[in-house]
């Protein structure tokens, strides 16, 4: 556990949810699979979660570290909503301990370390209409270790007819898994590599649990789910491994999940590798598409990995260059050429809902927030 530097003041503090008083003044925290038991004055191994009083507090809950208008191309999503913006947000603090964290900046400082904005839940629904963006993503730290901020975000997003979108890492357990995706339109979930032994080494935690989330979003939710595997040279590009990795996507979640290879770039404590060669990139989804799934990605790098094709007749269906969409020749969510539906929510049904409603529009948000650069 980590002791905090400062306790943060009590006007600031949220209290959290899934945690439970232990003996002599600790808590048990049972969000994810870490299950910290956490002292008096300390914080769990995520560094956001404290113990004040023997009850636990959520330090992330209304103060984002980061804040951003990005593509949903950018989450990796290539399947909802394409060519739209969504809001970002994430937090300090995180529940792995990925060596290779390409936002070790905030996603390895304490709460204190960080310059957050105090921004309420309803306050980031508004911002995300100021920008035009008809969703909303939780992203660059793990979310769900903000899980109290992302339900009440949701929730006022859902009133506005604005979506959520997480980008997480899948290492959450049950309980909280449950009763955050109960509010969530859309996810990718990394699954970093397919054997345990470079969880445990590389990113300090486990692959069970992520199997099993992104299983049961699949069957147990109506969240759209895509994934991303980031393959970083000698620790886990092995063709073989790629080649475990489809076959339990086959196997347990079917064909049509889209899955993003993304290249890695050397940063945080693995500087001394090597970059992802592109024909890494292309090995992997070609493997992928020969043992039959539907679409797969190439991402961080320029080419033709990024475009959508029909699995039938292989029309071009989303022609992408990085980033950006150029062409969407989409048909009502089918190709033109053959019919075939084309998995994904192509449009915005919570936003069209809302249209009839009459918006929420708070005219107090003006001039509020103009320092944030967005
Ligand atoms: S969410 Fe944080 S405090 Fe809670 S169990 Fe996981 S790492 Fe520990």
Redesign the pocket.
Same mark, same amino acid.
């Given at each position: 556990m980590h002791g905090l530097e400062t306790l943060p003041k009590a006007e600031s503090r949220h209290e959290a949810r899934w945690w439970e008083a232990m003996p002599g003044g600790k808590v048990h %925290?049972y969000? %994810?699979p870490?299950? &910290?038991h /956490?002292g008096e004055g300390q914080a769990?191994? &995520?560094f956001i979660?404290a113990n004040h009083g023997g009850k636990l507090y959520s330090l992330g809950y209304a103060h984002p570290a980061a804040l951003q208008v990005d593509p949903i191309e950018k989450k990796p999503l290539n399947h909802f909503l394409p060519g739209t913006r969504v809001f970002s947000l994430g937090t300090a603090g995180c529940?792995m301990g990925c060596f290779f964290c390409q936002n070790w900046d905030i996603s390895k400082s304490r709460a204190d370390q960080v310059r957050a904005n105090y921004i309420p839940p309803e306050d980031v629904v508004q911002l995300a209409i100021r920008h035009g963006c008809p969703s909303i993503a939780f992203t660059y730290n793990e979310p769900t /270790?903000w899980g109290e901020y992302v339900i009440d975000i949701s929730q006022a997003a859902r009133e506005q007819g604005i979506n959520t979108v997480m980008v997480s890492n899948g290492y959450t357990a049950r309980e909280a898994r449950h009763d955050i995706y109960e509010h969530i339109d859309a996810a990718n979930i990394d699954l970093k590599a397919f054997t345990d032994h470079f969880y445990a080494r590389v990113t300090l935690s486990h692959l069970q649990p992520v199997l099993e989330t992104l299983e049961w979003l699949k069957k147990e939710t109506g969240v759209w789910i895509e994934m991303t595997n980031l393959i970083i040279p000698t620790l886990n590009d092995a063709p073989a491994e790629t080649r475990a990795l489809c076959e339990w996507v086959l196997e347990h979640l079917g064909p049509d999940v889209p899955l993003h290879f993304t290249a890695f770039h050397p940063d945080f404590k693995l500087r001394d590798l090597p970059g992802t060669p592109p024909e890494t990139l292309h090995a992997a989804r070609a493997t992928a598409l020969q043992m039959g799934l539907h679409y797969v990605y190439e991402g961080n790098i320029r080419g033709n990995g990024a475009h959508t094709y029909c699995p039938s007749c292989k029309t071009l269906l989303v022609l992408r260059s990085w980033h950006d969409v150029q062409q969407n020749y989409l048909q009502n969510g089918c190709c033109p050429t053959c019919g075939l539906a084309i998995p994904g929510r192509w449009t915005n049904v919570r936003g069209q809902a809302a249209g009839k409603r009459s918006l929420k529009k708070d005219a107090t948000l003006a001039g509020r927030y103009e320092d944030l650069n967005l």
């Open positions: %925290c969000l %994810c870490r299950h &910290c /956490i769990g191994f &995520c979660r529940n /270790i």
